[in-house]
């Protein structure tokens, strides 16, 4: 029964206190903290002392707190954030003899002789003496007491957060002093002074936290405290583990803002304002000494404000979200290299525009593009060439856009902020966004283009400019000749006999329509709707099929794609999408797959008023389990999808599961795991070692078919959140929650009834439900150890073996109270 051999220890979540040797654990007038000693807190948990950020070989200090046993420095506080010091040879944390201040004393770059670079700064009336003394706690804070009364803090690094939050401290406004909490992110991963990024407390007076850039532009709002939680529950101040810890909202007349208690004093976390703007709850994880991604806010990355800065352009998709158009460069290559992207982009090459209006500017197209929302001005162009001549005209203008519908023609006067590049698949369309560029900088641009064939990105940018008409004609005609070569069909063959087709890109885009009818995509590429013509003796047959574009294939060799693909070709099985053939022509790498008449489970569970009976469901549980265990087991080479969700399994006529996009993880290599960690939505189902970037293992695959077991049991996305339903049904809790923790919880208190889709109105198999209940948490443990195998999951599925009770998830257990 080696399902239920996984023991559950939480003794690796304890953190065990260590002894803090040598460390003082207070600071006072005679004992100063000097050059490299640290200040270590009672039971060990964190240090204070002077650190210099990781990465960074210049030499400058800041006075922070770390946590003293998490491997590779954490900081959480830092002191002199905008005035390093430049050594620690004559550096001194000191309580001031004058006025009983917590001082920060040093050489910097500026002075060789020592000088004040940070002060807590209490007024004398507040600071009564010398006798004062410093204390790291705990939970992270550095207070500066009273000599004369140790109840009476006089400062404290709470009261003055820096990028993060821990819990127990607050964020908010000090009503007496003016002064808020709130966090400000690092200028970039080696400075920490204050970047753009800035969440605060409305300053208005309503109870809700905004994001803001350059802390005048919004671009988050977290919802309103409406006693007990933050309306709609977008992320909140504090974070969304509702159940990790507990949050209030105070208002009196001294402070108003929030704090929290951790649920459990073992629990390790903290909430950081990042360097893209986006706030992150992380967990450590002893088990995997790592920490791991709890959720964040904005959920996507571009959606934080020109976090590109003026002129770049912000790509979700991308391992590094910014880049600059064609014709700019970053105005700092080193900020761009350390992950600061708010100096943005500069031409290459100036405008050249005269005042009188004569100018040889062009422009180049943006396709996909995500409008900038401001600074934007409307303007009466009827017609894409009239909005180009009306933003051509005026020197200031930067680029127009046109759609011939209810937007006209807009134009953008002054820096450009906040572009977004889309793509054709992604959730809201994007349009054509026409950049005003000099002449030169897009001749260069065709030159580059003409002589390397150009990024893959930037390839297919139209270029418009005026008075180089014959350059795109003969562009145009190229582009006839290439689609004019069309190709026989040839067959590529196997070693056991199955047979791959080969396709020319011109078949395909015949066959598509030219990809007129787009199925789905994910970050691989585009799927396709198509009809192929095939021979079979005389006759001419009509077969339907499901084109993939790969757009991150575009570089690989054609010898290595052929040999990839024909072994994918020989993988087939009753449950798994069967691959018919291939293109390959220069960039254009394509697969053809069979088509699925009732596409993914994603539309037939989640879209529409469909509910499957329990006996269907049940059965896509068994056929998607086969599936991948034929691939885990079954192949020569053992096959890890690595991306298994809804929207990967297709149903065909008889409602029989088959598995799609298997074998990318091995066809796209590196790209694979990039593309699939910036993809929207997939986030959910992977197992926690891909993001605590553990080696991956066929138990991956395990832990995001349990995800889908609970979906197909509940009839609910994971994503959604819960919470709701159950306040009405109870009205015993209002948190919200991840919906597979709670069904975890159920599952594990024996109340399977409660997670089966409600719309079944109780018609289910008892027993069934139970060991899918049982199975999907097995599944969704954190050590991979204690995941069955897909084998044993669908053993236990046929009911061949014996489902014991499972342990709640751990990462996820604390999560339920
Ligand atoms: C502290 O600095 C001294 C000299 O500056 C050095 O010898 C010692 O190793 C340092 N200690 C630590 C823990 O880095
Ligand atoms: C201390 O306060 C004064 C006036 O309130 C201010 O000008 C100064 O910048 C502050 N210094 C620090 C280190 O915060
Ligand atoms: C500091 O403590 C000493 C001894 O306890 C006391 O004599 C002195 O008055 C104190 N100074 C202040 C400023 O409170
Ligand atoms: C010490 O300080 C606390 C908090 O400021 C105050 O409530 C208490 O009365 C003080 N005790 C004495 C003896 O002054
Ligand atoms: C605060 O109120 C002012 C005036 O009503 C308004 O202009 C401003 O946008 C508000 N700020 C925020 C962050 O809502
Ligand atoms: C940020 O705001 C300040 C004024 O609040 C302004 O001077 C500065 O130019 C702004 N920065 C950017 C990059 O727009
Ligand atoms: C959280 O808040 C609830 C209600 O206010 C309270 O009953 C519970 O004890 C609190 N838990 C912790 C850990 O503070
Ligand atoms: C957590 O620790 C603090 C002090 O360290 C203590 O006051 C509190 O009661 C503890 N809470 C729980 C839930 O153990
Ligand atoms: C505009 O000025 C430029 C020189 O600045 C001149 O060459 C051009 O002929 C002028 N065009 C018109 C339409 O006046
Ligand atoms: C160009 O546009 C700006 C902003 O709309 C406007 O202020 C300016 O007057 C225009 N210049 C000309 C020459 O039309």
Not at 738 to 762: M, N, Q, T
Request: with cysteine; aromatic share 10%.
């Amino acid at each position: 029964m080696p399902l239920i051999t996984a023991t559950f220890l939480a003794l690796a979540l304890c953190f065990a206190p260590a002894p803090a040797v040598g460390a003082a654990a207070t600071l006072s007038a005679p004992r100063p903290l000097r050059g490299n000693d640290t200040l270590v807190s009672a039971q060990g948990k964190f240090e204070l002392g002077l650190f210099s950020p990781a990465g960074s070989s210049d030499g400058r200090f800041y006075l922070g707190i770390w946590y003293k046993n998490i491997p590779g420095q954490t900081v959480v506080w830092v002191g002199n954030r905008a005035s390093p010091l430049s050594g620690l040879a004559s550096a001194e944390l000191r309580v001031s003899a004058d006025d009983g201040n917590l001082e920060l004393v040093g050489r910097t770059s500026d002075s060789a002789s020592p000088v004040v670079v940070w002060s807590s700064n209490l007024s004398s009336s507040l600071s009564p003496g010398s006798n004062n003394t410093a204390e790291i706690r705990d939970n992270g804070n550095l207070a500066l007491v009273d000599g004369a009364n140790t109840s009476n803090v006089l400062w404290q690094s709470f009261d003055h957060p820096t990028d993060t939050y821990l819990p127990g401290a607050w964020l908010g406004e000090n009503k007496l002093t003016g002064e808020y909490q709130a966090l400000t992110s690092w200028r970039n991963a080696q400075d920490p002074a204050p970047g753009m990024f800035y969440d605060t407390l409305d300053p208005n007076g309503t109870a809700e936290f905004f994001m803001l850039w350059n802390r005048s532009r919004m671009y988050w709002r977290g919802g309103v405290w409406t006693g007990g939680r933050w309306k709609g529950d977008v992320g909140a101040a504090t974070g969304r583990g509702t159940n990790l810890y507990n949050t209030t909202f105070v208002d009196t007349p001294a402070f108003r803002g929030t704090t929290t208690v951790l649920a459990d004093n073992a629990t390790i976390t903290r909430l950081v304002l990042d360097l893209n703007g986006q706030k992150k709850q992380f967990v450590w994880v002893p088990a995997s000494r790592s920490w791991q991604l709890f959720w964040a806010a904005p959920t996507v990355q571009c959606d934080a404000y020109a976090l590109c800065g003026t002129f770049g352009v912000c790509n979700q998709r991308s391992q590094l979200p910014c880049r600059c158009p064609p014709g700019f460069a970053p105005v700092s290559e080193r900020d761009w290299t350390l992950s600061d992207w708010s100096g943005g982009c500069r031409r290459s090459s100036p405008l050249k525009c005269a005042h009188n209006g004569s100018t040889t500017d062009g422009f180049l197209a943006l396709p996909d593009v995500k409008l900038p929302d401001e600074p934007l001005a409307m303007t009466a162009a009827q017609s894409k060439a009239e909005c180009e001549s009306a933003c051509q005209k005026n020197c200031s203008c930067q680029a127009y856009a046109f759609s011939a519908g209810a937007g006209g023609c807009s134009v953008w006067h002054g820096d450009i902020r906040n572009l977004e590049q889309l793509f054709p698949d992604s959730s809201s369309p994007g349009s054509d966004f026409y950049l005003r560029l000099s002449q030169r900088a897009l001749q260069d641009l065709h030159s580059v283009h003409g002589k390397k064939g150009g990024t893959k990105l930037w390839l297919v940018f139209g270029i418009t400019l005026a008075g180089v008409a014959a350059l795109g004609a003969s562009v145009i005609l190229a582009w006839r000749i290439l689609l004019a070569r069309r190709r026989l069909v040839v067959y590529m063959e196997n070693e056991n006999g199955s047979s791959l087709a080969v396709y020319s890109y011109a078949d395909l885009r015949a066959a598509t329509n030219n990809f007129s009818e787009r199925l789905g995509g994910g970050g691989f590429g585009s799927v396709y709707r198509g009809v192929l013509k095939q021979q079979k003796g005389g006759n001419t047959t009509q077969v339907q099929v499901a084109v993939k574009k790969l757009e991150s294939l575009a570089r690989q060799g054609d010898k290595q794609f052929r040999a990839e693909v024909s072994t994918l070709g020989l993988i087939q099985h009753v449950n798994l999408v069967r691959l018919l053939g291939f293109c390959s022509s220069g960039d254009q790498k394509m697969l053809v797959y069979e088509y699925m008449p009732r596409g993914s489970l994603n539309g037939s569970f989640f879209g529409g008023n469909a509910c499957p009976s329990w006996n269907d469901r049940y059965c896509i549980m068994l056929g998607v389990a086969r599936g991948l265990t034929y691939l885990h087991d079954g192949c020569r080479e053992r096959i890890i999808h690595c991306d298994i969700k809804p929207e990967n399994i297709l149903l065909d006529e008889n409602m029989s599961p088959k598995i799609a996009d298997f074998g990318m993880a091995k066809l796209l290599g590196r790209d694979f795991s990039r593309a699939l960690t910036t993809m929207r939505g997939t986030i959910g189902y992977l197992a926690p070692e891909w993001i605590s970037g553990q080696p991956i293992s066929a138990k991956a695959d395990v832990y995001s078919f349990g995800m889908v077991l609970f979906e197909l049991i509940s009839g609910r996305r994971n994503s959604e959140r819960y919470g709701e339903v159950e306040a009405a049904g109870t009205g015993a809790r209002e948190s919200l929650t991840f919906f597979p923790v709670w069904a975890a919880g159920k599952v594990v208190e024996g109340e399977v009834g409660a997670v089966a889709d409600p719309r079944l109105h109780g018609e289910v198999m008892p027993e069934e439900l139970e060991r899918a209940c049982r199975v999907a948490c097995w599944c969704i443990q954190d050590e991979e150890a204690h995941r069955p195998t897909m084998a044993q999951v669908l053993q236990a599925l046929e009911g061949a073996i014996h489902v014991y009770v499972p342990p709640v998830p751990r990462a996820l257990q604390r999560l339920v109270t």
